[in-house]
Antibody, heavy 117, light 110 residues
Framework: EVQLVESGGGSVQPGGSLRLSCAAS????????MHWVRQPPGRGLVWVSH????????TYADSVKGRFTISRDNAKNTVYLQMNSLRVEDTGVYYC??????????WGQGTLVTVSS | QSALTQPPSASGSPGQSVTISCTGT?????????VSWYQQHPGKAPKLLLY???KRPSGVPDRFSGSKSGNTASLTVSGLQAEDEADYYC??????????FGGGTKLTVL
């Protein structure tokens, strides 16, 4: 089955860290760029980060630049998001998405990150 | 990286057509033909409806169509059905591999 499965969400205090994972299956992982997108509670989608096929090129939204790091392990068909110096405003559901023709054609079910003291 | 502008809400009766706009700048919507649209039902992950402005992935009904003029893209839902009630988001490539989403539009089927 073609799918993306996120994990690693949870509750953390401001200033803390979390590492999200997104496991891909059912397709050739190395053929696709990958993205992370977040959705604050009750609000809209926000693009967070992208990584290219081999992990050599990454891009970040200004709001997370310098705090978040995206990476991928093509041997494990997994993309990661290391989140450091977390803030309350980072709270939300984090989705990973597969890029095809510069659109996200496959999404995971999401993992909830809560940053609160 | 400012969000694209969408109307917060839209509505229509079953069988009618509704158009949702998505306004950006020449650095995103106006600069590239890489606008995509997503449908999200409550508690669910987003689903791709259109890519490259007007192309439909396999399985998406032809009731969903897209267009672009200048810095504004549009999604039209024809023959509204109850199951079309959802949130809709536009997204655009914004150069240097970055992307930007619209704020979202809640579509109500009356």
């Amino acid at each position: 089955e073609v799918q993306l499965v996120e994990s690693g969400g949870g509750s953390v205090q401001p200033g803390g860290s979390l590492r999200l994972s997104c496991a891909a299956s059912g397709f050739t992982f190395t053929n696709h760029w990958m993205h992370w997108v977040r959705q604050p509670p009750g609000r809209g989608l926000v693009w967070v980060s992208h990584v290219n096929n081999d992990g050599s090129d990454t891009t970040y939204a200004d709001s997370v630049k310098g705090r978040f790091t995206i990476s991928r392990d093509n041997a494990k068909n997994t993309v990661y998001l290391q989140m450091n110096s977390l803030r309350v405003e980072d709270t939300g559901v984090y989705y990973c998405g597969r890029d095809s023709a510069l659109a996200l054609d496959l999404w995971g079910q999401g993992t909830l990150v809560t940053v609160s003291s | 990286q400012s969000a694209l502008t969408q109307p917060p809400s839209a509505s229509g009766s079953p069988g009618q057509s509704v158009t949702i706009s998505c306004t950006g700048t020449s650095s995103d919507v106006g600069g590239y033909n890489y606008v995509s649209w997503y449908q999200q039902h409550p508690g669910k992950a987003p689903k791709l409806l259109l890519y490259e402005v007007s192309k439909r992935p396999s399985g998406v009904p032809d009731r969903f169509s897209g267009s672009k003029s200048g810095n504004t893209a549009s999604l039209t839902v024809s023959g509204l059905q109850a199951e079309d009630e959802a949130d809709y988001y536009c997204n655009s490539y914004a150069g240097s591999t970055s992307r930007v989403f619209g704020g979202g539009t809640k579509l109500t089927v009356l």
